[in-house]
């Protein structure tokens, strides 16, 4: 399989569609940060390492050795072998800057580009392509796009995961079309200020590929690259890590005639060439200024700390501990310490509904909010993120039932729920009111998102009835997203709740709408990965109950 397009890691808070950076500052080689006394003892301390815990040859390192500089052979090894690979991997996006293009053309050059880019983040090549001329033959313009809506966007992307880009390329060029003449931004700080999903990264790559413009790119193959070519061992997330190699991207794009090749040359090399795990040196057209490959030739000097003075000793960089010096160069960058994601029980209602003479089967989903997890997409009715006593069998298939109450105008009584019953507006309830023929449970899938590890607990829940159940009116869609604990409130104040769960009513999460899928069309409908488990897992159940 092909390699992944990655971007350099980002906080939590920031977008999770484009998070090439957490730093706007710019690098100054010319200039200093003030040196206090702290910093001259931590230097120093730096400086007198007698090298028995760490590779002495990365002591006292001056910081200048983390600047690139004299770069105009560098880029013309670059990009003579840019040249000669540019089109190996077929991408439809890919095309030479055309200085013949008027404004209009270099706006849709300007929209392609950031389509693909987009699908990229996170998502190997071989599997955009037929992604990408899907989307352009059914949205080849902004404006095409712009007059869409989220189930057709959400039908072209499923099964690319990481959802909530469909839905921000569909914001992205709404506002384009609404606010900005139908076109993206023709500079890289209005297209991250303006477009929504588009950050540093993102804005860089389309307005160098797009406008020629000398802005540098710091995805997740540049930031691999560029910390071996520096020989930059720190933590990759800080700042001060990213400030650098932001400065050396810049150095190789600065007062370039080709900026947006010069940056495709380099998300192109840390792809194909210096890669994660087993980079092909010998084929790096800038290993000869490579300071991470100089390392790794038999002549390099590891005798000790250098000579330097302490005003100028790297203060980026942490010791490589001398037992994970393999000798390459993949001791760089430094191994980022990977968070734990959090784990987190929800309750997944398979719910089907049969019609007591034809016997059609129907299953209900909802579409989840536009903005946050999986954002846009249908599922089973679920309540998530449960624990304790709500967790437990008992509680869990009571569930149902409160969900229902939420959803349908006239939902199924459990037999502690007569009360309800003689409140129902129609005195003839036989025929609207279905009933629960059995609540079975399926069993567990696992689905790990970046930052979330979700076990759906699945449960299959067997309703009959003369009449396809209805609907309550479709809730208002202004409420947040439910993966961040948000949870709908009655406008009308908290009412009396039935015996039928101990589950508040007001712990369900808000939907947009729902529907009755026919058995034959649950696959086809936009549902994610994790909700497809939790069908194939239910139709396993079928096979040894039916």
Known sequence: MGPKRKRAQRPASESEDDYAHNSDSSHDETSRPKVTQKTRKARKKIHENDGSTVVSGILGHPVSMHVISAVE???????????????????????????????????????????????????????????????????????????????????????????????RLLSGAQKAVKELHGRLPDNAKDMEAKIPGVGRYSAGAISSIAYNHCVPVLDGNVHRLLSRFTALHAQPKSKRTLDVLWAGAESFIEQSKRPGDINQALI??????????????????????????????????????????????????????????????????????????REELDSVNVIEWRNRNSRDRWFLLVRRPQGGLLAGLHEFPTLPNLSGTKASASNLAKIPYTLLQELLIHPPSSNGDKERLKKLPNSDTSNTVPKVIQVTSAGDVVHVFSHIKKTYRVQWVLLEGDELPQFRPAVSPGQGARENDSRAKNPKGKQKRSEVSEVELDTIPQTLNAQWVPLTQVEDANIGTGVLKVWKLVEKLWITTL
Not at 105 to 110: D, E, K, S
Not at 128 to 154: C, H, Q
Not at 322 to 330: A, L
């Open 73 to 167: 052979p560098m880029r013309i090894a670059l990009l003579e072998w840019y040249d000669r690979v540019h089109d190996a991997r077929k991408m439809p996006w890919r095309k030479k800057f055309d200085p013949s293009l008027d404004a209009e053309g270099r706006a849709q050059r300007a929209y392609e580009v950031w389509i693909s880019e987009i699908m990229l983040q996170q998502t190997q090549v071989v599997t955009v392509i037929p992604y990408y001329n899907k989307w352009m033959a059914k949205f080849p313009t902004i404006r095409g796009l712009a007059a869409s809506d989220i189930e057709s966007v959400n039908s072209l992307w499923k099964g690319l995961g990481y959802y909530s880009r469909a839905a």
């Open 268 to 341: 192109e090399l840390g792809s194909t060439v210096c890669t994660v795990r087993d980079p092909v040196c010998s084929d790096c057209p800038l290993r000869l200024w490579c300071k991470a490959y100089q390392r790794t030739q038999p002549t390099a000097s590891h005798t000790g700390a250098v000579e330097a003075d302490i005003e100028e000793l790297c203060l980026v960089c942490d010791p490589i501990p001398s037992d994970e010096d393999n000798g390459s160069v993949t001791i760089y960058p430094m191994k980022a310490e990977r968070k734990k994601p």
